[in-house]
Protein backbone atom coordinates (compact mmCIF):
# COMPACT_ATOMS: atom_id res chain seq x y z
CA UNK A 1 0.00 0.00 0.00
CA UNK A 2 2.77 2.23 0.83
CA UNK A 3 4.38 2.10 -2.73
CA UNK A 4 0.79 2.75 -4.09
CA UNK A 5 0.22 6.04 -2.28
CA UNK A 6 3.54 7.08 -2.55
CA UNK A 7 3.42 6.68 -6.43
CA UNK A 8 0.48 8.32 -7.03
CA UNK A 9 1.98 11.60 -5.69
CA UNK A 10 4.75 11.81 -7.84
CA UNK A 11 4.77 13.56 -10.60
CA UNK A 12 3.67 12.12 -13.49
CA UNK A 13 6.37 12.00 -15.98
CA UNK A 14 8.35 10.18 -12.64
CA UNK A 15 5.66 7.47 -12.48
CA UNK A 16 6.40 4.78 -14.89
CA UNK A 17 10.22 4.52 -13.72
CA UNK A 18 9.54 4.88 -10.27
CA UNK A 19 7.12 1.38 -10.66
CA UNK A 20 9.95 -0.37 -12.95
CA UNK A 21 12.29 0.62 -9.98
CA UNK A 22 10.68 -0.18 -7.05
CA UNK A 23 10.50 3.95 -6.30
CA UNK A 24 14.07 3.55 -6.46
CA UNK A 25 15.53 6.25 -8.70
CA UNK A 26 19.04 7.80 -9.35
CA UNK A 27 20.02 11.81 -9.40
CA UNK A 28 20.73 11.60 -13.32
CA UNK A 29 17.59 9.79 -13.82
CA UNK A 30 15.51 12.78 -12.28
CA UNK A 31 17.61 15.10 -13.70
CA UNK A 32 17.36 13.99 -17.30
CA UNK A 33 13.19 13.81 -16.08
CA UNK A 34 13.80 17.54 -15.50
CA UNK A 35 13.45 17.15 -11.72
CA UNK A 36 16.79 19.52 -11.14
CA UNK A 37 18.67 19.65 -8.02
CA UNK A 38 16.26 22.63 -5.64
CA UNK A 39 13.06 19.98 -6.57
CA UNK A 40 15.05 16.82 -5.31
CA UNK A 41 15.96 18.88 -2.54
CA UNK A 42 13.00 20.32 -1.84
CA UNK A 43 11.27 16.55 -1.36
CA UNK A 44 14.17 15.10 0.49
CA UNK A 45 14.65 18.21 3.28
CA UNK A 46 10.72 18.18 3.71
CA UNK A 47 10.97 14.02 4.53
CA UNK A 48 8.82 13.03 1.47
CA UNK A 49 11.94 11.64 -0.25
CA UNK A 50 15.04 10.34 1.44
CA UNK A 51 18.74 10.29 -0.37
CA UNK A 52 20.49 6.89 0.13
CA UNK A 53 23.80 8.73 -0.30
CA UNK A 54 25.00 10.73 -3.23
CA UNK A 55 23.50 9.51 -5.99
CA UNK A 56 20.37 7.42 -4.99
CA UNK A 57 16.67 9.28 -4.52
CA UNK A 58 14.28 6.44 -2.66
CA UNK A 59 10.96 8.28 -3.67
CA UNK A 60 9.10 7.80 -0.22
CA UNK A 61 10.42 8.12 3.23
CA UNK A 62 9.49 4.82 5.28
CA UNK A 63 11.51 1.56 5.46
CA UNK A 64 13.39 -0.06 2.46
CA UNK A 65 12.35 -3.72 1.08
CA UNK A 66 14.79 -6.10 0.21
CA UNK A 67 14.75 -4.99 -3.58
CA UNK A 68 14.81 -1.68 -3.16
CA UNK A 69 17.88 -1.79 -1.17
CA UNK A 70 18.86 -3.86 -4.50
CA UNK A 71 17.90 -1.07 -6.37
CA UNK A 72 19.67 1.28 -4.66
CA UNK A 73 23.13 -0.71 -4.95
CA UNK A 74 22.76 -0.98 -8.83
CA UNK A 75 21.75 2.81 -8.98
CA UNK A 76 24.45 3.98 -6.71
CA UNK A 77 27.55 1.50 -8.89
CA UNK A 78 26.17 2.83 -12.23
CA UNK A 79 25.97 1.81 -15.78
CA UNK A 80 26.95 -1.85 -16.67
CA UNK A 81 26.43 -2.75 -13.02
CA UNK A 82 24.62 -5.88 -11.59
CA UNK A 83 24.27 -7.63 -8.45
CA UNK A 84 26.61 -10.22 -7.55
CA UNK A 85 27.65 -13.02 -4.86
CA UNK A 86 25.28 -13.49 -2.17
CA UNK A 87 22.71 -10.77 -3.26
CA UNK A 88 22.66 -12.15 -6.36
CA UNK A 89 22.24 -15.55 -5.21
CA UNK A 90 19.52 -14.47 -2.67
CA UNK A 91 17.44 -13.11 -6.15
CA UNK A 92 17.98 -16.96 -7.97
CA UNK A 93 16.75 -17.85 -4.56
CA UNK A 94 19.50 -19.43 -2.55
CA UNK A 95 17.76 -19.86 1.20
CA UNK A 96 19.38 -19.94 4.19
CA UNK A 97 22.40 -16.63 2.75
CA UNK A 98 20.96 -13.68 3.75
CA UNK A 99 23.47 -10.96 4.02
CA UNK A 100 22.51 -7.16 5.04
CA UNK A 101 25.24 -5.94 2.36
CA UNK A 102 24.42 -5.19 -1.22
CA UNK A 103 26.90 -6.67 -3.43
CA UNK A 104 27.58 -5.39 -6.68
CA UNK A 105 29.91 -6.13 -9.79
CA UNK A 106 30.98 -2.93 -11.59
CA UNK A 107 33.42 -2.52 -14.18
CA UNK A 108 37.51 -2.72 -13.44
CA UNK A 109 38.11 0.81 -13.39
CA UNK A 110 35.08 1.83 -11.69
CA UNK A 111 35.88 5.13 -9.33
CA UNK A 112 32.72 4.81 -7.43
CA UNK A 113 33.18 3.65 -3.51
CA UNK A 114 31.20 1.89 -1.27
CA UNK A 115 28.61 3.31 0.56
CA UNK A 116 27.81 3.23 3.96
CA UNK A 117 24.27 4.22 5.39
CA UNK A 118 21.85 3.72 7.89
CA UNK A 119 19.25 2.02 5.72
CA UNK A 120 21.75 -0.20 3.28
CA UNK A 121 25.39 -0.99 2.96
CA UNK A 122 27.02 -1.34 -0.55
CA UNK A 123 30.28 -2.90 -1.23
CA UNK A 124 31.45 -2.58 -5.01
CA UNK A 125 34.16 -5.75 -6.39
CA UNK A 126 35.18 -4.34 -9.52
CA UNK A 127 35.74 -7.26 -12.45
CA UNK A 128 36.84 -7.15 -16.17
CA UNK A 129 33.35 -8.92 -16.79
CA UNK A 130 30.81 -7.11 -14.81
CA UNK A 131 28.28 -7.22 -16.89
CA UNK A 132 28.22 -10.72 -18.31
CA UNK A 133 26.68 -14.12 -17.37
CA UNK A 134 23.61 -12.36 -16.29
CA UNK A 135 19.86 -13.88 -15.67
CA UNK A 136 18.22 -13.05 -18.32
CA UNK A 137 15.32 -10.40 -18.42
CA UNK A 138 15.42 -10.13 -14.78
CA UNK A 139 15.42 -6.23 -13.29
CA UNK A 140 17.39 -5.41 -11.42
CA UNK A 141 20.24 -6.58 -12.99
CA UNK A 142 22.08 -9.91 -11.60
CA UNK A 143 24.54 -12.45 -12.51
CA UNK A 144 22.83 -16.04 -12.88
CA UNK A 145 22.72 -18.40 -10.31
CA UNK A 146 26.07 -20.27 -10.80
CA UNK A 147 28.08 -17.42 -11.32
CA UNK A 148 26.37 -15.93 -8.32
CA UNK A 149 27.10 -19.15 -6.05
CA UNK A 150 30.80 -19.88 -7.43
CA UNK A 151 31.82 -15.97 -6.57
CA UNK A 152 30.12 -16.16 -3.13
CA UNK A 153 31.88 -19.41 -2.38
CA UNK A 154 35.21 -18.77 -3.41
CA UNK A 155 35.06 -15.25 -1.78
CA UNK A 156 34.19 -17.39 1.43
CA UNK A 157 36.07 -15.86 4.21
CA UNK A 158 35.95 -19.87 5.87
CA UNK A 159 36.66 -22.82 3.75
CA UNK A 160 33.26 -24.36 5.82
CA UNK A 161 30.87 -21.81 4.06
CA UNK A 162 32.80 -22.38 0.83
CA UNK A 163 31.83 -25.54 1.00
CA UNK A 164 28.28 -24.78 2.30
CA UNK A 165 26.97 -22.43 -0.17
CA UNK A 166 28.38 -25.17 -3.12
CA UNK A 167 25.83 -27.69 -0.92
CA UNK A 168 23.12 -25.86 -0.53
CA UNK A 169 22.96 -24.24 -4.05
CA UNK A 170 22.51 -28.34 -5.03
CA UNK A 171 20.95 -29.64 -2.55
CA UNK A 172 17.71 -26.78 -3.09
CA UNK A 173 17.91 -27.93 -6.68
CA UNK A 174 18.84 -24.53 -7.45
CA UNK A 175 22.00 -26.13 -9.38
CA UNK A 176 23.22 -29.39 -10.57
CA UNK A 177 27.09 -29.74 -10.42
CA UNK A 178 27.68 -29.78 -13.95
CA UNK A 179 26.43 -26.43 -13.61
CA UNK A 180 28.87 -25.29 -11.31
CA UNK A 181 31.77 -27.27 -13.28
CA UNK A 182 31.52 -25.73 -16.16
CA UNK A 183 32.07 -22.20 -14.71
CA UNK A 184 34.92 -23.30 -12.85
CA UNK A 185 36.48 -25.17 -14.83
CA UNK A 186 36.44 -21.74 -17.52
CA UNK A 187 38.27 -19.77 -14.77
CA UNK A 188 41.85 -21.12 -14.00
CA UNK A 189 42.82 -18.15 -11.66
CA UNK A 190 39.49 -18.34 -9.58
CA UNK A 191 40.37 -18.49 -5.88
CA UNK A 192 39.88 -21.67 -4.04
CA UNK A 193 39.45 -23.45 -7.07
CA UNK A 194 40.75 -26.62 -5.84
CA UNK A 195 38.71 -26.52 -2.73
CA UNK A 196 35.53 -25.76 -5.31
CA UNK A 197 36.29 -28.36 -7.20
CA UNK A 198 36.48 -31.00 -4.58
CA UNK A 199 33.21 -30.10 -2.91
CA UNK A 200 31.13 -29.78 -6.50
CA UNK A 201 32.58 -33.78 -7.03
CA UNK A 202 32.03 -34.53 -3.48
CA UNK A 203 28.65 -32.95 -3.59
CA UNK A 204 28.06 -34.68 -6.98
CA UNK A 205 28.70 -38.29 -5.65
CA UNK A 206 26.32 -37.87 -2.85
CA UNK A 207 27.20 -36.34 -0.09
CA UNK A 208 24.19 -34.10 1.39
CA UNK A 209 25.74 -32.01 4.20
CA UNK A 210 28.43 -29.97 5.98
CA UNK A 211 29.06 -33.30 7.87
CA UNK A 212 29.24 -35.53 5.05
CA UNK A 213 31.67 -33.32 2.97
CA UNK A 214 33.75 -33.27 5.89
CA UNK A 215 34.00 -36.81 6.46
CA UNK A 216 35.18 -37.56 2.85
CA UNK A 217 37.36 -34.97 3.06
CA UNK A 218 38.60 -36.45 6.52
CA UNK A 219 38.69 -40.66 4.65
CA UNK A 220 40.98 -38.78 1.78
CA UNK A 221 43.66 -36.68 4.20
CA UNK A 222 43.95 -40.36 6.07
CA UNK A 223 43.83 -42.81 2.88
CA UNK A 224 40.90 -44.79 3.24
CA UNK A 225 39.41 -46.01 0.65
CA UNK A 226 36.24 -43.94 -1.27
CA UNK A 227 32.49 -45.04 -0.35
CA UNK A 228 29.83 -44.75 -2.10
CA UNK A 229 27.83 -41.52 -0.94
CA UNK A 230 23.98 -42.10 -0.66
CA UNK A 231 23.62 -45.60 -2.59
CA UNK A 232 20.02 -46.59 -3.08
CA UNK A 233 18.75 -49.49 -1.73
CA UNK A 234 15.44 -51.11 -2.54
CA UNK A 235 13.93 -53.41 0.12
CA UNK A 236 10.48 -54.47 0.71
CA UNK A 237 9.83 -51.85 2.94
CA UNK A 238 11.03 -49.13 1.14
CA UNK A 239 13.55 -47.39 -0.54
CA UNK A 240 16.60 -46.42 1.40
CA UNK A 241 19.81 -44.49 0.88
CA UNK A 242 22.87 -45.13 2.72
CA UNK A 243 25.39 -42.48 3.67
CA UNK A 244 29.03 -43.83 2.92
CA UNK A 245 28.63 -47.79 1.67
CA UNK A 246 32.32 -49.88 1.50
CA UNK A 247 30.53 -52.32 -0.66
CA UNK A 248 33.44 -54.66 -1.03
CA UNK A 249 34.12 -55.39 2.71
CA UNK A 250 30.00 -55.17 3.36
CA UNK A 251 30.49 -51.72 6.22
CA UNK A 252 28.21 -48.48 6.24
CA UNK A 253 28.90 -45.66 7.91
CA UNK A 254 25.86 -43.50 8.75
CA UNK A 255 26.72 -39.68 9.17
CA UNK A 256 24.44 -38.48 11.82
CA UNK A 257 23.20 -35.40 12.77
CA UNK A 258 20.40 -34.26 15.99
CA UNK A 259 17.82 -34.89 13.85
CA UNK A 260 18.14 -38.84 14.71
CA UNK A 261 17.40 -37.91 18.09
CA UNK A 262 14.04 -37.71 17.12
CA UNK A 263 12.49 -40.25 17.97
CA UNK A 264 10.68 -41.49 14.91
CA UNK A 265 13.39 -40.97 12.72
CA UNK A 266 15.65 -43.16 15.16
CA UNK A 267 12.78 -45.77 15.11
CA UNK A 268 13.22 -45.57 11.20
CA UNK A 269 16.79 -46.06 11.56
CA UNK A 270 16.69 -48.74 13.50
CA UNK A 271 14.18 -50.58 11.47
CA UNK A 272 16.80 -50.17 8.63
CA UNK A 273 19.87 -51.01 10.05
CA UNK A 274 18.45 -54.37 11.55
CA UNK A 275 17.37 -55.43 8.10
CA UNK A 276 20.66 -54.26 6.85
CA UNK A 277 22.44 -56.37 9.80
CA UNK A 278 20.65 -59.48 9.25
CA UNK A 279 22.00 -59.23 5.35
CA UNK A 280 25.39 -59.29 6.84
CA UNK A 281 26.37 -55.42 6.82
CA UNK A 282 27.92 -54.13 9.06
CA UNK A 283 26.41 -50.65 10.06
CA UNK A 284 28.46 -47.98 12.40
CA UNK A 285 27.10 -44.39 13.29
CA UNK A 286 29.25 -41.29 13.45
CA UNK A 287 27.93 -38.44 14.84
CA UNK A 288 28.29 -35.08 12.80
CA UNK A 289 29.66 -33.83 16.20
CA UNK A 290 32.39 -36.39 15.88
CA UNK A 291 33.08 -35.62 12.53
CA UNK A 292 33.40 -31.45 13.34
CA UNK A 293 35.19 -31.86 16.09
CA UNK A 294 36.87 -35.63 16.60
CA UNK A 295 37.26 -36.02 13.02
CA UNK A 296 40.50 -38.72 13.34
CA UNK A 297 38.32 -40.75 15.59
CA UNK A 298 35.74 -40.59 13.19
CA UNK A 299 38.09 -42.01 11.01
CA UNK A 300 39.58 -44.41 13.36
CA UNK A 301 36.51 -46.12 13.88
CA UNK A 302 35.65 -46.17 10.17
CA UNK A 303 39.00 -47.94 9.65
CA UNK A 304 38.29 -50.41 12.17
CA UNK A 305 35.01 -51.41 10.92
CA UNK A 306 36.88 -51.92 7.58
CA UNK A 307 39.64 -54.14 8.71
CA UNK A 308 37.58 -55.80 10.93
CA UNK A 309 35.75 -57.08 7.46
CA UNK A 310 39.22 -57.71 5.41
CA UNK A 311 40.21 -54.47 4.48
CA UNK A 312 44.26 -53.90 4.53
CA UNK A 313 45.29 -50.55 4.96
CA UNK A 314 49.08 -50.16 3.07
CA UNK A 315 51.93 -49.27 5.54
CA UNK A 316 52.13 -45.38 4.83
CA UNK A 317 47.87 -45.49 6.18
CA UNK A 318 48.69 -48.06 8.55
CA UNK A 319 51.60 -45.66 10.22
CA UNK A 320 49.15 -42.80 9.75
CA UNK A 321 46.30 -44.36 11.68
CA UNK A 322 48.91 -45.55 14.82
CA UNK A 323 49.30 -41.70 14.84
CA UNK A 324 45.90 -41.29 15.06
CA UNK A 325 45.72 -43.59 17.53
CA UNK A 326 48.34 -42.26 19.88
CA UNK A 327 47.10 -38.27 19.24
CA UNK A 328 43.95 -39.30 20.16
CA UNK A 329 44.15 -42.07 23.06
CA UNK A 330 41.96 -43.96 20.86
CA UNK A 331 43.61 -47.72 21.11
CA UNK A 332 43.05 -49.33 17.64
CA UNK A 333 41.19 -52.85 16.79
CA UNK A 334 42.28 -54.76 14.35
CA UNK A 335 45.02 -53.17 13.83
Same mark, same amino acid.
Given at each position: ?18 ? @? ?15 ? $? ?38 ? @???? *? @? ?37 ? %??? =? ?22 ? *????? *? ?16 ? +? #? ?6 ? =? ?26 ? +? %? ?48 ? +?? $?? /? ?12 ? #????? /?????? %? ?8 ? *? ?37
Amino acid at each position: MQEVDSSRRLPLELRPLAT @AQDLVVSRRQLTDLGLG $HEAVKFRTGGGVWRDLGPRVVVLHSGELTRRQRAWAGLLH @AGPE *A @ALALATAAEAGGLRGYLEWTVHVAVPHGREVGHLDHPMV %SIR =LHQTRHASSELAPARTPARHNLPR *AVVEM *ASAAHADNRTRAVIAAAI +Q #QRLLRPAD =LSRLVEARPTLPKRLLIRETIADVAGGA +Q %SLPELDYARALRRAGLPEPTRQRKVCRPNGVWYLDNDFDDWLVTIEVNGM +QH $HD /LLASEADDVRRGGL #QRRGR /LVVDVS %SYSVRHRERV *AVLRTAEALMSRGWVPSPSVRTRLMRYSREENWPLEAA
